[in-house]
Nanobody, 122 residues
């Protein structure tokens, strides 16, 4: 079992920054990949970014490339999402998730946090 707890959400104006954190506990060595997802009201959950535990390789949805950075602590027990140049369309509930095998869709992520709200006003 892996437990995930997000924090760091809040309200900012357009162009502002936030850093989300996801504290990881439990069977942390079982993780293959971790990701950030978001869901806006009335919309489907959207993948935002991923980081692979062994290689450290990172991947982003096109809409956040150059603005968001996913990283992890040296101890690999905290996942971060640095969000810069925020836009109103970034407003959503943000979730971190962990996959214990190679994920090809959100359903392949076995563990999810409870989410943290990000609101960007114009």
């Amino acid at each position: 079992q892996v437990q995930l707890v997000e924090s760091g959400g809040g309200s900012v104006q357009t162009g502002g920054s936030l850093r989300l954190s996801c504290e990881v506990s439990g069977s942390t060595d079982s993780r293959y990949c971790m990701g950030w997802f978001r869901q806006a009201p009335g919309k489907e959950r959207e993948w935002v970014a991923s980081i692979y535990m062994r290689s450290g390789s990172t991947y982003y949805v096109d809409s956040v490339k150059g603005r968001f950075t996913v990283s992890q602590s040296n101890a690999k027990n905290t996942l971060y999402l640095q969000m810069n140049s925020l836009k109103p369309e970034d407003t959503a509930m943000y979730y971190c998730a962990a996959a214990t095998y190679y994920p090809t869709s959100p359903r392949d992520y076995n563990y999810w946090g409870q989410g943290t709200q990000v609101t960007v006003s114009s």
